[in-house]
Structure formats: structure tokens, C-alpha cells
């Protein structure tokens, strides 16, 4: 399956369930039906979809299967020849406060959740991993955000870059996802959407599609 093209980019998809105050989590609906979107519209050359996760709003709790979708793109890594083109992560959050689309640069070291996630937890001023040091440490992303916000602007999408993630379930897991892109030398990124009311959710899809292919372009 096109092995004769250059090195394909594998891109990695999750999104969250619904959570405290939203019970319709517009990156639950952007994730699951991603995969065929694309499809129907024609894969970007250079990219390959790999797995679209759909994760429990939780921190501690959801850990386990964070840390076992991550760990399969890795896996799926080593099974292909030594000239993939390499693996990126893309998570989905919402921001229900949110006008834009966010490309978030970085992730601190810190849990501080305003409500309780899906499962309880309800940290304050906790050390995501405590062996990073303080809550005030942070994680970038290796991927060059501003040209990535660039590109989407370009095509019209209501698009900006941010260097604060907050410090609930989003903030938690692309922390996480960070310091397992940095171990295992994969790339990883968070992006926050807005509700559905706000912008809608054809628009939503196409923004996500053409995510893809811009990450696809950098290759």
C-alpha cells in the first residue's frame, strides 16, 4: 500500500468523551468519523491514518489507556521498514469558551482540575510526573506550531496559537503525550476546539482534514 511513495507520515488520532458542562463533546464526533471523511475527500499524499482513539475525560484514572495507545503506535512503528516517514499524535480537546481554533505550544507540569474529571479526580497543584520536577516545568511540542497556524489561516480557518493549555484533562494528557513523544521519538500535538454552536460542525471537519494535510506537507 504504496510503499513505492515516499515515506508516509502516520498520523494518531483522540478525542474526549463528554465531561462536566459539556454533555456533547464536538472531538468525540471530529475523531470517530474522521477516518472516512478523509477517505471521501482523498487521502493527502504522504500521510497515513493510523489509530482514532476516542479517551475517557479523565486524568490518573484514563492513564492506562492513554499509555496503551500510545505504546501501540510505537509498536506499529518497529513492525515497518526503517524508512516510515515517522509518527504524529494529534489530540483533540474542546475549549467551550473558545471563538478559535488553539494550536497549543506546551504542556506544564501541573494538575489542577477546576471540577472533578469522569472518574473523580479532583487534583490541586499536582505534579503531572513528579520526577520532572515542580509544577512549574513544561513540555513544547517538537512541531513548528506558528507555521502549522499559518498554513490553517491560509485557508481561511479562524485559527491562532497558544502557549497555555490550561491545567484540567487536556493540559494532563498531551503532558503525558509529550514526554512519550520525547522518549520514543515520535511527534506530538494538542489542538482545541471550539462547540459545535460555534463553529460548525462541516467547518470542524474540514479544519481537521486540512490539519492533516499541512502535518502531511511539513514531512
Not at 498520523?11 to 463528554?18: A, Q, W
Not at 513544547?140 to 506550531?145: A, K, N, R
Not at 500535538?189 to 462541516?202: G, Q
Request: hydrophobic share 35%; glycine share 8%.
Amino acid at each position: 500500500m504504496g510503499s513505492e511513495a515516499p515515506p508516509a507520515v502516520t498520523i494518531h488520532v483522540t478525542g474526549f468523551k463528554k465531561f462536566h458542562g459539556v454533555p456533547e463533546n464536538p472531538t468525540e464526533t471530529i475523531v470517530s468519523n474522521l477516518k472516512e471523511y478523509v477517505k471521501k475527500k482523498g487521502l493527502p499524499k504522504g500521510l497515513t491514518i493510523g489509530s482514532c482513539n476516542i479517551l475517557e475525560t479523565a486524568g490518573q484514572g484514563a492513564l492506562h489507556t492513554l499509555y496503551k495507545t500510545l505504546q501501540s503506535s510505537i509498536s506499529d512503528k518497529d513492525s515497518e521498514s526503517s524508512n516510515s516517514g515517522g509518527v504524529i499524535w494529534i489530540h483533540f480537546g474542546v475549549n467551550s469558551g473558545a471563538t478559535k481554533f488553539a494550536i497549543e505550544h506546551q504542556a506544564v507540569n501541573e494538575a489542577t482540575f477546576r471540577c472533578p474529571d469522569e472518574m473523580g479526580w479532583k487534583p490541586q497543584k499536582v505534579p503531572i510526573i513528579p520526577a520532572d520536577g515542580g509544577i512549574s516545568h513544561k513540555r513544547e511540542t517538537s512541531l513548528p506550531v506558528e507555521e502549522i497556524a499559518k498554513a490553517l489561516a491560509s485557508k481561511g480557518y479562524e485559527v491562532m496559537t497558544s502557549d497555555d493549555a490550561g491545567r484540567f484533562v487536556c493540559n494532563y494528557i498531551y503532558y503525558h503525550s509529550l514526554r512519550f513523544s520525547e522518549q520514543n521519538k515520535t511527534k506530538s500535538l494538542f489542538v482545541h476546539v471550539p462547540l459545535f454552536l460555534t463553529i460548525d460542525e462541516e467547518t470542524q471537519m474540514k479544519f481537521a482534514a486540512s490539519l492533516l494535510e499541512v502535518l502531511a506537507s511539513l514531512n
